[in-house]
């Protein structure tokens, strides 16, 4: 089992900037992909972005290409978002996940076991 924590969401306005961590406890040697998911009211939870442990190759859904970049802390099992030009489309609660590295799944949300409890974004327009 692997516990993430999430921390730097909040309330911004829209062409701000927010950073979200995302640090992994327990079972590290399982993570072969991190990832950040988010879900908006009313609507399914969407991939964003994707963190391939091993050679720090990254994925990004086309919506925050440009904008968002996901970085590994150094010396920490941790991943940073840093979001950039936010919409108010961005507004969402954004979760952590970690799975295996299984290069045709590695998008779905069925390919990742362990979740963080998600923080909050919100910007206005």
């Known amino acids: 089992q692997v516990q993430l924590v999430e921390s730097g969401g909040g309330a911004v306005q829209a062409g701000d900037s927010l950073r979200l961590s995302c640090v992994a406890s327990?079972?590290?040697?399982?993570?072969?992909?991190m990832a950040w998911f988010r879900q908006a009211p009313g609507k399914e939870r969407e991939i964003v972005a994707v963190?391939?442990?091993?050679?720090?190759?990254?994925y990004y859904t086309d919506s925050v290409k440009g904008r968002f970049t996901l970085s590994r802390v150094d010396g920490k099992v941790a991943v940073t978002l840093q979001m950039n030009g936010l919409k108010p489309d961005d507004t969402a609660l954004y979760y952590c996940?970690?799975?295996?590295?299984?290069?045709?799944?590695?998008?779905?949300?069925?390919?990742?076991?362990?979740w963080g409890q998600g923080t909050q974004v919100t910007v206005s327009s």
């Open positions: 996940a970690t799975g295996p590295n299984n290069e045709s799944q590695y998008k779905r949300e069925s390919n990742y076991v362990n």
């Open positions: 963190y391939r442990w091993y050679d720090g190759d990254t």
């Open positions: 327990g079972r590290i040697f399982s993570i072969g992909r």
